[in-house]
């Protein structure tokens, strides 16, 4: 579905991504790890359109979508959550949701469809939808910001940080939404988390970045296993392990 080829993003003289590549089959969960400043979030910034690369190319569903701008590559199927949420906080959840949804804006059918759809997805959302988005908890505002990416009806989905800020229970409930859209919806989803433990169990693969490049790449139980991996993002491990 998804083919990143030797990407390399600069900020200033700075690079922050270098010859980075990577790929998402259809369906698949894929997460990528790292240390903060790593590039985790700059190359989902580039996915989408935020950024431009210096070089390389990204392939969505066989069409070059390097050059295009953020609204036309969420148009192609590419909705991104990004960090922190960015909820509409003086809006209700309802307004909210529906601003995700300008795709539809000329085809009031299509738009309600999608938007009962999400209300579905997201009981909780449904019985808040008049309420302050600013009001909610931090858990309920990154539902919010899930439930508006989903109201492009996205063949990828793409989340940064989806646990950052929030209470352990709140990161399970939110996981939990996740894993129902990837497995009971077949959504494709990109991940980027520093809580690496429940993001592998959620995914199939994962690529981890440090400093700018791929570092390691493998199965969900390869990278759980790797004792480098188990230190340095998963907690377990001996405390001088060469960094």
């Not at 991504?17 to 790593?38: C, F, K, M, Q, T």
């Not at 953020?70 to 309802?94: D, K, S």
């Not at 908890?137 to 996205?154: C, D, K, L, N, Y």
Request: overall charge positive; glycine content about 10%.
């Amino acid at each position: 579905m998804l083919k990143v080829e030797e990407l390399s993003v600069y900020y200033g003289d700075v690079a922050a991504l270098r010859n980075i590549s990577l790929e998402i089959n259809s369906g698949e969960a894929v997460v990528i790890i790292g240390a903060n400043g790593a590039g985790k979030t700059t190359t989902l910034k580039t996915i989408s359109g935020l950024l431009k690369a210096r070089t390389g190319k990204i392939v969505f569903q066989g069409r070059d979508i390097s050059s295009l701008a953020p609204h036309e590559i969420a148009r192609a199927g590419i909705a991104h959550v990004p960090e922190g949420r960015q909820v509409f906080t003086n809006l209700t959840v309802n307004d909210n949701l529906r601003m995700g949804g300008y795709l539809w804006r000329n085809d009031k059918k299509k738009f309600e469809a999608v938007y009962q759809n999400v209300l579905e997805l997201f009981p909780r959302l449904n019985e808040r939808k008049q309420q302050m988005a600013g009001t909610l908890s931090g858990g309920e505002q990154q539902m919010v910001a899930i439930g508006r990416a989903m109201m492009t009806r996205p063949a990828l989905l793409i989340l940064d940080e989806p646990s950052l800020g929030l209470a352990p229970l709140m990161v399970k409930e939110v996981f939990e939404y996740l894993t129902k859209l990837h497995r009971e919806e077949g959504l494709t989803i990109l991940l980027v988390e520093q809580v690496a433990s429940v993001a592998l169990k959620l995914a199939h693969r994962g690529y981890v970045l440090e400093n700018g490049r791929l570092a390691l790449s493998g199965s969900s139980e390869s990278l759980q296993n790797n004792p480098r991996i188990r230190e340095l993002y998963l907690g377990v491990g001996t405390a001088n392990h060469a960094q």
